[in-house]
């Protein structure tokens, strides 16, 4: 079986449209799963699944982007009314492209 | 007798503070530098200098009786756009740009421009490429695409304006060359002719960067050729870009001569006009006194140095890009007055201020001071103007030292000076990913902590622990490259045009380098470089064994202050 390369693990109220956008914008596999619980929980039980070491976690309030070899702080994070720009952010975190400036604002 | 030398260059200005004692070595109490704080020989340049010698009182407890100078050469510096009057004559032809980080499908569209909105009446005859503006959601748009093709709709291509190209793709048609993030795509002339065209990732344009091809595609008449050549050149090297005709009536007569709109023309020391050949080699110092044309107009020119920027051998898209702007590294020295300036520095020292030496006499004995040397003969001074070649018979100047690398790598990395400033002399690496960084030499290291998510796939500037990001797409290996062209055609070139202008150095001679730009290693290896063939002893200063190649001036001038018996 092939492990994902990004797991998103989203709460009730986080914006999974969004999310899948921006990922297939920039040509990434997202696997996205709902589950209970907090942003920053939930990525870092994310990128323990994920194949690339990256999780994403979101709940009503926030998203968060968690590296499996750094689990103790976001690497990424923004509020839920942008979650296509975070999304297209960590995205490019996966594939190794450069950022935008300014992906949370 | 407490006195400063005090050298003030274009970009630095160095303090020396000594007491000095009949029959005594001076007893060095301080020495330091800051930026200058002015052109080179204004008055302005006094504020710093004033700092400094605030800085030497607090440390020494006392003021410094008398300021030593040397005299002064005011030099100026600028990078020459010379493609700028070339993108004002594209601008009345052609829209053309890069486009789009994430464009979707591959291949190239050509037809009329309309608003996705259009796609709604009877379908027309001709191709055309659907403008989606940001307020069009993408399943909308890709909604409205397939509709109009179901409806007989020739649709070749797509510009969006926000940055959904893959999503349309998706959903409309994944072949089809879609281009996004067109900032300004609700203001292309609708109506106009357009081309689009998407590269597989990894290469670069290939059709609207030939200049036939796009003139057949914009539906160019043979007298346009200009503008599409124009055009291509400005998309070369991209991955996705697209064109579009500027209506005719929108566009003004561009059939003026733009060769004769960019030249830049230089006067002789005989009075004789030449045209600057950008790809010559520049004539020896004194042989220019004026120029005149796009650069504008100067007088009294000591020296004229001009090169191209560098180009990395094997980055043709990045050649191509950088052919396009035409820049043009150009640097002047002018003759320059000093007097109000040794009267605003007098002013600032009980003693007052005197000039004690030429320039060339203080560099050589602040040279000699370096251990091992005994005597320094020929002291090449890299300061951040000129180049100065300082010898017994005085010193030859030559236009372009320093600031102009800094205005070369600020022109190749598409940044300011003070960024530019730093990546000159810094370490750059690119990060691969949040924990790996490549080297300039091609070697990996494992970072602990990850990397900033802006450094992240950026060529960065190594300082000290931190990373700062570059905006520039080049692996540190082409990066380096470039730096080191740089400095090799500015400085080691210099270096090599003031020892031909006095008759050569004889083989097995020491030269010294001082300077702020000798203190960067790279400099001192690409001037030794430059000078193998010569055989010469070539050394970095060690002022004082203490202060590197620097203050080299400064510290001569109160050596010369203690020589002539002056106490």
Redesign the interface.
């Given at each position: 079986m092939t492990a994902d390369p990004v797991v998103a693990l989203l709460a009730d109220g986080a914006p999974a449209s969004a999310l899948a956008?921006g990922f297939?914008?920039?040509?990434v596999p997202l696997s996205v799963r709902h589950a209970p619980g907090e942003a920053a929980a939930l990525a870092r039980e994310a990128a323990g699944q994920a194949a690339l070491g990256l999780g994403i976690g979101g709940d009503e309030a926030r998203l968060v982007l968690i590296?499996a070899?750094?689990p103790g702080r976001p690497?990424?994070e923004a509020p839920v009314t942008r979650g296509r720009s975070f999304a297209?952010?960590a995205a490019?975190?996966a594939a190794?492209?450069?950022?935008r400036?300014r992906?949370d604002s | 007798m407490l006195v400063a030398g005090v050298d003030v260059g274009n970009s630095t200005t160095e303090i020396a503070v000594a007491r000095t004692e009949p029959g005594r070595e001076p007893e060095w109490l301080f020495v330091a530098r800051r930026p200058t704080t002015g052109a080179k020989g204004s008055e302005a340049c006094a504020e710093g200098v004033a700092e400094l010698l605030a800085a030497a009182e607090r440390r020494v407890g006392e003021r410094a009786h008398v300021a030593l100078l040397a005299e002064l050469h005011p030099v100026e510096t600028g990078l020459v756009e010379l493609g700028r009057l070339e993108e004002l004559v594209l601008e009345q032809t052609a829209i053309a740009r890069p486009a789009s980080?994430?464009p979707s499908g591959t291949g190239v569209g050509a037809g009329t421009l309309l608003a996705v909105d259009e796609l709604d009446g009877a379908p027309r005859a001709e191709p055309v490429v659907p403008v989606i503006v940001a307020r069009v959601d993408?399943d909308d748009a890709a909604g409205r695409l397939r509709e109009a093709r179901a409806g007989g709709w020739n649709i070749t291509a797509a510009i969006v304006e926000a940055?959904?190209?893959?999503?349309i793709g998706?959903r409309f048609d994944r072949s089809l060359p879609i281009v996004d993030e067109v900032a300004d795509a609700a203001s292309l002339p609708l109506g106009a002719r357009a081309a689009v065209e998407v590269s597989e990732p990894g290469a670069s344009v290939e059709e609207l960067s030939d200049p036939l091809r796009l003139g057949v595609l914009l539906g160019f008449g043979p007298e346009e050729a200009r503008s599409a050549r124009t055009a291509a050149r400005a998309l070369a090297g991209h991955r996705a870009a697209l064109a579009v005709r500027v209506p005719r009536s929108a566009s003004r007569d561009t059939t003026g001569s733009v060769a004769t709109d960019l030249s830049i023309v230089l006067v002789g020391s005989d009075g004789a006009e030449e045209t600057l050949d950008e790809h010559a080699a520049p004539p020896p110092p004194g042989a220019v006194a004026a120029i005149r044309g796009s650069a504008g107009e100067r007088n009294g020119l000591l020296d004229v140095y001009w090169h191209t920027l560098p180009v990395p051998a094997d980055d043709p898209g990045f050649a191509r890009r950088l052919m396009r702007r035409r820049a043009l590294a150009l640097a002047l020295l002018a003759r320059g007055e000093t007097g109000g300036l040794v009267e605003a520095i007098g002013r600032l020292c009980p003693g007052g201020a005197r000039v004690v030496a030429r320039e060339s006499d203080a560099a050589v004995l602040g040279a000699s001071t370096t251990p091992g040397a005994g005597r320094a003969p020929f002291v090449l001074d890299l300061g951040g103007g000129t180049v100065d070649l300082h010898r017994a018979e005085g010193a030859v100047s030559t236009a372009g030292a320093g600031d102009l690398v800094t205005r070369i790598c600020a022109g190749l990395l598409g940044c300011d000076s003070a960024l530019a400033e730093r990546a000159k002399r810094r370490r750059s690496a690119r990060v691969?990913?949040?924990?790996v960084l490549h080297h300039e030499d091609g070697s990996r290291s494992f970072l602990g902590?990850?990397a900033p998510?802006?450094a992240?796939?950026?060529l960065c500037l190594v300082d000290g622990r931190g990373l700062v990001p570059l905006l520039a797409?080049l692996a540190p290996e082409v990066w380096r490259g470039l730096r080191r062209a740089a400095k090799r055609d500015v400085l080691a070139r210099n270096v090599r045009r003031a020892i031909e202008a006095v008759g050569g150095v004889p083989a097995g001679e020491l030269v010294t380098l001082v300077g702020g730009s000798a203190s960067d290693g790279e400099v001192v290896d690409v001037v030794a470089a430059e000078l193998a063939d010569l055989d010469l002893a070539v050394a970095r200063g060690d002022v004082l064994g203490r202060h590197g190649p620097r203050a080299a001036v400064a510290v001569g001038l109160v050596l010369a202050f203690v020589g002539a018996g002056d106490r």
């Open positions: 956008a297939e914008e920039e040509g590296l070899a750094a690497y990424l297209q952010a490019r975190v190794r492209r450069p950022l400036l992906y | 980080d994430t993408y940055d959904d190209a893959v999503l998706n691969e990913t949040p924990f902590e990850p998510p802006e992240l796939a950026h797409p």
